[in-house]
Structures are given as C-alpha cells and as structure tokens.
C-alpha cells in the first residue's frame, strides 16, 4: 500500500508501472473487483478518452468522480482512497510526470494538463488528476512504453493553477534540458537549490522564497531542472571529468538557445557554486548576480555533500538509467567535490578577488551553507554586497532580504 503520509511530507516517489487510471467502483461492486486483470483494456481505453471524460464516466459536475485511485506497477495494484486523498489535499496538488519511452512532441493540445503544467478546468482536485493521468498515457503511448510516474504533493494550489507554465525542452546531443519561462524584461537566470536534486518545483517547496513569483513582473525569468536531478526532468550523461562545466554547458546553452547574450542570475544552495563557475566561464554575459544560501566547503562537515549525494542523488537515478552505474556515480561525485574540496568547489580565492562583477550575498548558516565561506567570499570579492543576517529567520525578515534582491537586481539592470 503507498502511503498518503508519503505523498504529503514533500517526499517524491518513484515506482515502476505498466499503466495508470482512475476510476470510480460500480454501485454494489466490491473494492476487490478493482483488482481483475484489466490492463490492456485500460490501455486500449486510455487511447479513445475524449475531452470531458475522465476514466470511464463523463464529467458531469464539479465533483470527484472516483472513490479509488488505482496505481497498477508491474501488475501489482496499488490502491488510495480517493475520498481520503482528497481531504488531505485541500492545500495541495498531485504533481505528475511521467517518464521512460521515447519522448516526442505531442499531437495538437493533447498534452493538456500535463504539458501546460497546471490542473484542468474542472476544477476538481480529483478530476484533475485524472486528466492529468490520462493525459500522460496519451502523450507518451505512441510507442506503448512508460517505465514510471513521479508523484509529489505540493503546496500551493491555487498559485500553481494560475500560473500556467508551458513545457519546453532545450536539445543538445544526448542533454534534454526541461526548463521554464515567465515575466518579461531584462532576462534573469534563476538556479534552484536541492543539491544535484535541484529542480524547478523547489522554488515552491523549501526555498525561502519563491524567485519566480517575486521577479516575473519586471524581469524575464528563466530556470531549469538540472541535468539528471531526481524529480526533475533534465536529462544527460553523466560527465566524470568535469561535472561543473557540464552543468555550465548545460546554463550558458540554454541562454544561447533563448537568445540571451547578457543576463542577470539568482542562485540557491548548489547555485553559489554555479554562478562562480558562469563568472569564470562567461563574465561579459553576466550583468551582475545574488547568491542566495550559497554551498561551500565547510571543513567540520568535509564529506557531507559526497555522502548526501551518495545516498539521495546516486541510487535513483541508477535506477531510472540503467546505463550509470554507482561506480560511475562515485567517481562522479569525488570529482564533483572530494577532488576540489575547498572555498566554493568551483573557483580559487584569487578568482574571487579579481571578479569584479557586482555581486550580493545572502548568507545562511548551516552545515550545507557554511556561513563562513559565503561571508569570506563577499569580503574578497571587490564589488560585493551582504544582505542582513539572518535573513530566513524570523519569517518576517524574509520580505525584507527580497526588497534588497530586488533594488540589487534594479541597479546593476543594463539599460534596454
């Protein structure tokens, strides 16, 4: 049985499966009965589904119209009560993505609720998944293959809903790159935290702000999944020998791709490595840049991104590409941070100290964050600022930090 528990603490979980629906039990038939063996069916139904129709019944008002949700992987059938998720989802949605197959570009507007990112029409959380369910099948059935589907609560319902983020994907060779648009101006990189795990759905889940929502009415906001991120859908291969660049490659091409040349860029976490990394790479392209609870290394804690990453980051995605292995993984990570463990994992001291890009600075303090680095950092770099500090906690100085990104990111703004 899944959990709901694990769907509502802003876990993802991933699981293999032949196919998905949702439905609701006919009057007198026992919960039993969901479990024959009716996938081909399912399948061959799936592929006719109209819009308006959502399992096998018509939507006929705004109600749920399934008491079950019924997950089949590998012909093992999962059951959730439908009435009970939708209680413990009133503040949420179900995020789905699907994954696995040959991905191609969808027929007309078949990609409905899935490709456009937010829930249908219906306004029913319940009908919504399901659309959003069938919708995937119709998307990815063209050649009958779809290995798993990500779930994940997340809060926010009504922003997500108005939001209505498009789909796009940046090719490169093997790299398929899913990023996101919004707001018009002078174009702004944002980079999620989470580590390798960093995805565009973190801007809505444990960042401290949401940089998407704050910017997009005066800049051009751009962000991305980073490349093979669990939970996101970035994809690539993994470059042992130079896993920042590869990340880099991954930045500057799809500001290439969206005919950027300058940009400004916001960063969290793993993104105070990036940015340092783009400054070196490209520092004519970029105006200026805000380092949001940048990473570094933190000597008390020499080892704990090898090993968080080791143990969160390496075995599903191991899992969800069959073709990397833990070796390749290892060797990945111990490029990544056990071979340049030192400052900012990216560039030296003396780099730093010649930048003179405008930078702010938004330190944090915990062992991922090491205060000491983000504040030596802006002490050597000559045209730095620091935020207040702390500025997480309480909540209330949170708005206030935002207002100094904001001026920072107004002042250093080339003129169009």
Not at 72 to 86: A, E, S, V, Y
Not at 119 to 131: K, N, P, Q
Request: with cysteine; proline share 9%.
């Amino acid at each position: 049985m899944l959990g709901l528990d694990h769907l509502l603490d802003g876990q993802a979980i991933t699981f293999p499966f032949d196919c998905l629906a949702a439905r609701r039990p006919v009057q007198g038939e026992p919960t039993a009965a969901l479990r024959q063996p009716v996938q081909q069916r399912r399948i061959a139904r799936a592929h006719r589904i109209r819009p308006g129709h959502i399992g096998y019944e018509k939507v006929r008002s705004r109600q749920p119209t399934f008491d079950v949700l019924e997950i089949i992987c590998n012909g093992d059938r999962k059951m959730l009560p439908g009435l009970q998720l939708l209680q413990q989802l009133q503040a949420g949605i179900i995020h789905i993505v699907a994954r696995g197959g040959a991905r191609r570009e969808p027929p007309g507007d078949k990609m409905g609720a899935l490709g456009r990112g937010h829930v249908c029409s219906s306004g029913s959380i319940a009908s919504s998944l399901a659309a959003i369910i069938l919708t995937a099948r119709l998307w990815w059935s063209g050649s009958g293959v779809m290995s798993s589907v990500l779930l994940s609560c997340r809060p926010g319902f009504r922003e997500h809903k108005k939001r209505n983020y498009a789909m796009p994907f940046y090719e490169n060779g093997p790299v398929s790159i899913h990023y996101e648009e919004a707001g018009a101006g002078f174009p702004l990189l944002l980079i999620p935290g989470g580590g390798l795990n960093a995805t565009i759905a973190n801007f809505t889940g444990n960042a401290p702000f949401d940089p998407m929502a704050e910017f997009k009415g005066e800049f051009r906001c751009i962000t991305m999944d980073l490349r093979n991120a669990n939970g996101g859908q970035s994809s690539g291969p993994l470059e042992i020998e130079r896993p920042w660049d590869a990340y880099a490659d991954d930045q500057l091409g799809l500001m290439d791709h969206l005919g950027v040349d300058r940009f400004l860029v916001l960063g969290f976490c793993i993104g105070g490595p990036f940015i340092w990394n783009l400054l070196q790479r490209a520092p004519a392209r970029i105006a200026a840049a805000v380092l949001a609870q940048p990473s570094g290394f933190n000597p008390e804690a020499p080892d704990i991104f090898y090993q968080n990453n080791i143990e969160a980051w390496g075995p599903p995605l191991c899992e969800r590409q069959p073709e990397i292995t833990m070796e390749m993984i290892d060797a990945f990570l111990t490029k990544m941070y056990r071979d340049k463990g030192d400052f900012v994992f990216t560039v030296s001291r003396d780099f730093v100290r010649s930048c003179d890009t405008p930078i702010l600075v938004m330190p944090d303090d915990i062992p991922p964050h090491p205060y000491a680095v983000a504040m030596e950092s802006a002490l050597l770099a000559p045209n730095a600022q620091i935020s207040m500090f702390p500025w997480k906690e309480p909540k209330e100085r949170v708005p206030f930090a935002v207002r100094h990104a904001r001026s920072f990111l107004r002042a250093h703004r080339p003129a169009e």
